[in-house]
């Protein structure tokens, strides 16, 4: 409890950005699927023949999962808020649109036949009798929606989105930290009771109210959304860098942004955390980020689909940057000194059990050790697949996991091997033992801005400036830098502005 608390005293400015971020995009969500739900499920009770399978499609778009959806929306809309909430006005559709139908149809034939009766036509109808009436279920079919939203918000975050999934998911990348898993969860689950008690309170209001509860309803769902515009007037950012997730790029890209201020007027929004390797680059294809930081190796074998040509570290660079510039028209910029390869590591203990010298060492144990491998790793030919066929290995348990997951799986004895990165800092933490690769296997992970071209067209200076990180930041540099941010809980901007100043690249 002690140590949750220090958390939260530590991250408070932190978890008041992300909650405020996390109610506003919920409740963007929530106006838009009621606004789309309650006239498509009126329409319908007019038209019930139709209903069956407009509802069915609805109760479809809820079965797709939502990593997904985000996924497919990134080209067509970029990261950030727009697809995500495109992705949750599909999820929250369905207990509206079915609540609205069912609310409407639900009206005692009895009343219906005496507003008839009385002249009323069917829009009269409607208003003064069938939606007060059903007005309460309507708003229980909202309150659903809303602990829907609130609760696959945290998704969100995965393409920079914001909201409290920012929390979470940094918790995850820092070896399943329980502490800032929590103060990202709980927060969430908090904030899912609140906006339902409040929800409660309109649904009651509207047995005797009717529609006016409704319209009130929406009256402060809108005031929440519009209320940070009211007064947020901080202006649009010229360029957007983005990160992968970890502590390795959120420090990088804080570099950049510290070096590029210094020398250009500009206003350069940084978004950590943003995923994988795809997402980053289908956000950097589309023009949601402008730059970010890739590895050489990454580039020639995931974005090329090729194989490096050599060994070589400038080699691999510059057919990465005639790559790259062929294939896509981006620029690739010089690659800083260390080399975040891939490593396949395992603990002193079991490497001293087996003599665990080399990779193609594991094929003594094939059939008896888990190993536990990132989702890309485990896909790509410099990952497992490239293992399966240089080394003839043939592991029979591989447990796939998300990257900060993997170190504790190993320290608790879940799996005995991973696949590592040379720079992670778990990898002082654990005194991990990395396996060799004669055969060089993986080709040189050296770490460079990649950008638009368009981009260094507006701003040429950008070369020169991102430049002067190149050649710079060994193995251990980065190892420390990374130890510092996951295990010591330094900002990544302290940490990054600590070494440029010691570099002479940056004033005090």
């Known amino acids: 409890m002690d140590e949750f608390i220090t958390v939260f005293q530590n991250r408070q400015d932190m978890l008041l950005e992300t909650t405020l971020e996390h109610l506003q995009i919920s409740m963007v969500s929530l106006i838009i699927a009621i606004a789309i739900a309650v006239p498509l499920g009126l329409y ?11 509802i069915g499609t609805s109760a479809v778009m809820q079965t797709i999962p939502s990593l997904a959806v985000l996924a497919f929306l990134i080209p067509f809309f970029g990261i950030g808020t727009t697809p995500a909430i495109i992705a949750l006005v599909l999820y929250g559709l369905l207990p509206i649109l079915r609540n609205t139908y069912t609310g409407i149809r639900e009206v005692d034939p009895a009343l219906k036949e005496a507003a008839t009766g009385m002249g009323m036509n069917s829009i009269k109808r409607l208003t003064k009798v069938e939606l007060p009436i059903a007005m309460p279920v309507i708003m229980a079919g909202i309150r659903t929606s809303m602990v829907l939203i609130v609760g696959t918000t945290t998704i969100a975050a995965l393409i920079g989105a914001g909201g409290l999934g920012e929390v979470i998911l940094l918790g995850l990348d820092r070896g399943a930290d329980i502490n800032l898993i929590l103060l990202g969860a709980i927060p969430a689950a908090l904030l899912a009771i609140f906006l339902d008690l409040i929800l409660r309170v309109f649904e009651r209001m509207s047995k005797k109210a009717g529609i006016k509860s409704f319209i009130a309803m929406l009256v402060v769902a809108v005031l929440i959304v519009v209320s940070p515009f009211m007064f947020n007037g901080s202006k649009q950012p010229d360029l957007v860098i983005g990160g992968k997730q ?32 795809a997402f980053l680059f289908r956000a950097l294809q589309q023009g949601s980020i402008d730059i970010y930081p890739e590895f050489t190796g990454t580039a ?10 050599s060994n070589n570290a400038w080699e691999v660079y510059e057919q990465a940057r005639q790559g790259m510039k062929e294939v896509y028209g981006m620029e690739f910029l010089e690659p800083m000194e260390f080399n975040n390869t891939y490593a396949v590591a395992t603990t002193e203990e079991m490497a001293m059990q087996y003599n665990l010298q080399e990779i193609g060492d594991l094929k003594q144990i094939e059939n008896e050790i888990t190993a536990g491998f990132t989702l890309e790793f485990n896909d790509r030919y410099d990952g497992y697949v490239g293992m399966r066929e240089v080394y003839d290995l ?7 996991m998300e990257p900060g997951i993997r170190q504790n799986a190993l320290s608790n004895g879940e799996v005995d091997v991973i696949d590592a990165y040379a720079t992670d800092s778990y990898m002082i933490e654990l005194n991990l033992v990395t396996l060799d690769d004669p055969e060089n296997l993986f080709p040189p992970y050296q770490g460079a801005p990649l950008m638009r071209q368009d981009t260094l067209e507006e701003y040429p200076e950008l070369e020169a400036i991102l430049n002067q990180l190149s050649g710079k930041i060994t193995d251990d540099e980065m190892r420390q830098m990374n130890y510092q941010v996951d295990y010591e809980d330094r900002s990544a901007n302290d940490v990054a502005r600590e070494y440029l100043i010691n570099e002479g690249l940056l004033d005090n």
């Not at 319908?44 to 407009?54: G, I, N, Q």
């Not at 020639?300 to 040509?309: F, G, K, N, R, S």
């Not at 043939?394 to 796939?400: F, L, S, V, Y």
């Open 300 to 309: 020639i074998v995931t974005h090329l689909e090729d194989q490096a040509e």
């Open 44 to 54: 319908l009770t007019r038209y019930p023949k139709a209903a069956e399978p407009v």
């Open 246 to 277: 970890g502590s390795e790029p959120e420090i990088l890209i804080n570099m950049y942004k510290l070096l590029i201020e210094e020398e250009l007027d500009v206003n350069v929004v940084l978004e950590p955390n943003l995923g994988k390797t």
């Open 394 to 400: 043939n592991i029979a348990d591989i447990k796939t």
